[in-house]
C-alpha cells in the first residue's frame, strides 16, 4: 500500500484528505481482492461440476437435473446466490477458460 504523507501547509484539512485517499486507495484493494478471489472460486466451482458431471467433456446428457439438485443442495447448507443459472455460468467460465491463468489476464475488470 502506498504511504500517503500529509502536507504540513494544508493543516488538518490536509490530514482529513490524505486519510480519505488512504482509506479510499484501501477500499478499491479490498474490492480488487475480492473479485479476484470470487472468479477464482467460481472457476473452481465450473471445474468440479466440469469434472463431475461430463468427466472432461464438452456436454452432459443429464446437465440440467444436476445442476437443479446441486443449486437446491449448496443452497441448504450454503445459503442464497447459489442458483441453475449461477451455477451454469461457472461451468461455462470454466469451459471457456480451462486454464485459470489464462482467466485473470483476460479480466482486467477484476482488479479494478
Known sequence: MNEIVPEQDNGYS?????????????????????????????????????????KGSSRAGYGDELLLKLSKDLRQLYGAGINRNNLQYMRKLYMTFPNCTTLSCKLSWSHK
Open 14 to 54: 490536509g490530514l482529513i484528505q490524505s486519510i480519505g485517499q488512504l482509506l479510499g486507495n484501501a477500499r478499491a484493494q479490498i474490492a480488487a481482492n475480492v473479485n479476484t478471489v470470487m472468479v477464482q472460486t467460481y472457476w473452481h466451482i465450473g471445474k468440479y461440476i466440469v469434472e463431475y458431471q461430463q
